[in-house]
Structures are given as structure tokens and as C-alpha cells.
């Protein structure tokens, strides 16, 4: 998973049988859980930036992108 980052220990109240499968199967609890979490995390920082994103996005699309003209060009 990337660089060695701080960990903390957190206790999660999770379903008996999906935990029993899963350490039959071998899968990593801790991992999952960041796995999910992080994609959460970016799905809800999308849905409270959306409007800011498409308002910039229409900005470029309009106006083109800062310092995209040929009078800049070294």
C-alpha cells in the first residue's frame, strides 16, 4: 500500500459471519476497511466539490486554459 504511514488502533463492531469468511479467505481486515474507507472519503469530497469542479470546468471550456496563448510563449 504505498509509503509506511502511522497507524492507529480503532475498534469496529463488524458482522461474525463476513469477518469468519473473510479470515478463512484469507483477506486482510485492516486493509479492506482502508481500502474502503479511503475510497469514501474521496467519493464525498467529490459530491461537496462537484459544483466547484463544474464551474471551473466551464470556465476552462469557455476561456481555455490560464497562459494557453501564443503572446506568453518563450
Known amino acids: 500500500m504505498g509509503t ?3 497507524k492507529v488502533r480503532v475498534n469496529v ?3 461474525k459471519t463476513v469477518t469468519e469468511d473473510a479470515k ?8 479492506s476497511l482502508e481500502i474502503a474507507l479511503k475510497s469514501e472519503l474521496e467519493t464525498k469530497w467529490k459530491e461537496r466539490n462537484k459544483q466547484k469542479i463544474e464551474t471551473y470546468n466551464q470556465y476552462i471550456a469557455s476561456d481555455g486554459l490560464p497562459f494557453d496563448d501564443c503572446d506568453l510563449c518563450i
Open 13 to 15: 463492531y463488524l458482522d
Open 4 to 6: 509506511a504511514k502511522e
Open 24 to 31: 478463512r479467505l484469507g483477506i486482510n481486515l485492516s486493509n
